[in-house]
């Protein structure tokens, strides 16, 4: 079987026992529509939000940084590798449309490799590390239940090395890097490293896939 099939059925199945859980008796849940937030880090932010808001559910995706503080939140010192931020990106998302589930099927299947300790591709160093920073008791049930039921199934040759941690602050990156795939579409970093991993999304996740325009 191949492996996007193992880590689709495994996390179908976390879900599932989740969702089967006795829930507590409270008020009906609200009629209009809300949104959630996801912040996830594996590599570079750009080929992480070309991937995310191209899924049913997604309204916006921002590149950012996240765990370290306010004051080295920037491009250039995030670089040195010293801040403890990982390069992430914020996912706002209508769990009504699209689940947390199925965020972190799209990120352990194409989105980054969560084998490969603080980097990605060519891309070295604590900041490319592969994190989810979770926002929500729940979130983090998810992610941990996941990573538990990929590392029993052996879905992977490599341990995985993926860390599960609250999130303490996100902080958006640079204009530039906003939308940077949409926008520099043959740009070579883009073309060799994350062109790849949009493509695998349309190939293994087509029904996730916003129609184009």
Known sequence: ?????????????????????PAAAGPAPASKAHTETAVLAGGCFWGLEAVFERLRGVSNVVSGF?????LTAHYEIVSTGTTGHAESVQITYDPAQISYATLLKVYFTV???????????????????SEIFYTTPEQQQVAQTTIAALTAAHAYAAPIVTKVEPLRGFYPAEAY??????????YPYIVYNDKPKVDQLHAKFPQLVKAEN
Do not use: W
């Open 111 to 129: 989105a980054t490799d969560p084998t490969q300790l603080n980097r990605q591709g060519p891309d070295e160093g604590t900041q490319y590390r």
């Open 1 to 21: 079987m191949k492996k996007s099939h193992i880590i689709a059925q495994l996390v179908g199945a976390c879900l599932a026992l989740l969702v089967a859980a």
């Open 177 to 186: 890097h906003q939308h940077f795939y949409d926008r520099n579409p043959t």
């Open 66 to 70: 996240a765990g370290g503080n306010a």
